[in-house]
Nanobody, 121 residues
């Protein structure tokens, strides 16, 4: 059974940083693209970032570009999202998702349960 578990969320002040982790079990990440998504209260789910299986392709939403960095460590079966210069509008539940494909796909079929990120004074 493919399982993804997010961790690293919490409460941080504006301008602060967090690193989210997406750990996989039951499968190997090597051939999976991993996406990070977020959903703020009362808003639609938004794609934040994606990394291809090789790590050679990364994508970012305009709202986070230059502040967030996605990376992967296949040896640890984990994908990370480092979030710097956090803003209150970054507050959301953050989810990771996996898809067996090349590049970064439009859709993902396997999802974690999410981790809460709150940016507030």
């Amino acid at each position: 059974q493919l399982q993804l578990v997010e961790s690293g969320g919490g409460l941080v002040q504006p301008g602060g940083s967090l690193r989210l982790s997406c750990a996989a079990s039951g499968f190997t990440l090597d051939y999976y693209a991993i996406g990070w998504f977020r959903q703020a209260p009362g808003k639609e789910r938004e794609g934040v970032s994606c990394i291809s299986s090789s790590g050679g392709t990364t994508t970012y939403a305009d709202s986070v570009k230059g502040r967030f960095t996605i990376s992967r460590d296949n040896a640890k079966n984990t994908v990370y999202l480092r979030m710097n210069s956090l803003k209150p509008e970054d507050t959301a539940i953050y989810y990771c998702a996996a898809e067996l494909t090349t590049g970064c796909p439009q859709f993902f079929r396997s999802w974690g349960q999410g981790t809460q990120v709150t940016v507030s004074s």
